[in-house]
Antibody, heavy 120, light 107 residues
Framework: QVQLQESGPGLVKPSETLSLTCTVS??????????WSWIRQPPGMQLEWIGY???????NYNPSLKSRVTMSVDTSKNQFSLKLLSLTTADTATYYC????????????WGRGTLVTVSS | DIQMTQSPSSLSASVGDRVTIACRAS??????LHWYQQTPGKAPKLLIY???TLQSGVPSRFSGGGSGTDFTLTISSLQPEDFATYYC?????????FGQGTKVEIK
């Protein structure tokens, strides 16, 4: 059973770059069957899809964040990563990695989430 | 982007009640509608996908319906563990978008 675990800093300053990693266990980030997504949720608010990456190089970002987002896959570590540039307080959220077999558009496997606070 | 609107935003109900949550898409999404349950401090859990298919392990008291623009999630007999926030999500076209959530509280 594939499991996901996010890691990264809990506190980041405004204007800085957020770097998060999702470690995949019980499966391979190289699998053709999975699209690896990042989703975030500001405190008390709804979920927002950030984007997905497939090991083949296929990438799709939410247009609302596209100018500030970069995703990558590290097959040697069985991880995929998110970078979000030019942070503001509006980026404060719990960030989840998520996936579902054979589709990029729904999510049945989630990490526990990591709370990122943007504050000086 | 396709906008997803849920109603009500919150509701109070008792154990054993039948509860229905509605979700409307701003344009037709066929049956590409998924429902999630989220409890405080936890990741969302997929309950139903493509409008009516129960995810493995989800109790049969949960059911989904609808197609096109209007969808429902029904809990036939509310249990204590069902008090949570429920989200719909469209998977018809990118970016996938979520509703604002419906919080089910204990009356």
């Amino acid at each position: 059973q594939v499991q996901l675990q996010e890691s990264g800093p809990g506190l980041v300053k405004p204007s800085e770059t957020l770097s998060l990693t999702c470690t995949v266990s019980g499966g391979s980030v190289n699998s053709d069957s999975y699209y690896w997504s990042w989703i975030r949720q500001p405190p008390g608010m709804q979920l927002e899809w950030i984007g997905y990456i497939h090991h083949s190089g296929s990438i799709n970002y939410n247009p609302s964040l596209k100018s500030r987002v970069t995703m990558s896959v590290d097959t040697s570590k069985n991880q995929f990563s998110l970078k979000l540039l030019s942070l503001t307080t509006a980026d404060t959220a719990t960030y989840y990695c998520a996936t579902k077999i054979d589709t990029p558009w729904s999510f049945d496997l989630w990490g526990r989430g990591t709370l990122v606070t943007v504050s000086s | 982007d396709i906008q997803m609107t849920q109603s009500p935003s919150s509701l109070s109900a008792s154990v054993g009640d039948r509860v229905t949550i509605a979700c409307r898409a701003s344009q037709g999404i066929d049956s590409y509608l998924h429902w999630y349950q989220q409890t405080p401090g936890k990741a969302p859990k997929l309950l139903i996908y493509v409008a009516t298919t129960l995810q493995s392990g989800v109790p049969s008291r949960f059911s989904g319906g609808g197609s096109g623009t209007d969808f429902t999630l029904t809990i036939s007999s509310l249990q204590p563990e069902d008090f949570a926030t429920y989200y719909c999500q469209q998977g018809y076209s990118g970016p996938p978008t979520f509703g604002q959530g419906t919080k089910v509280e204990i009356k």
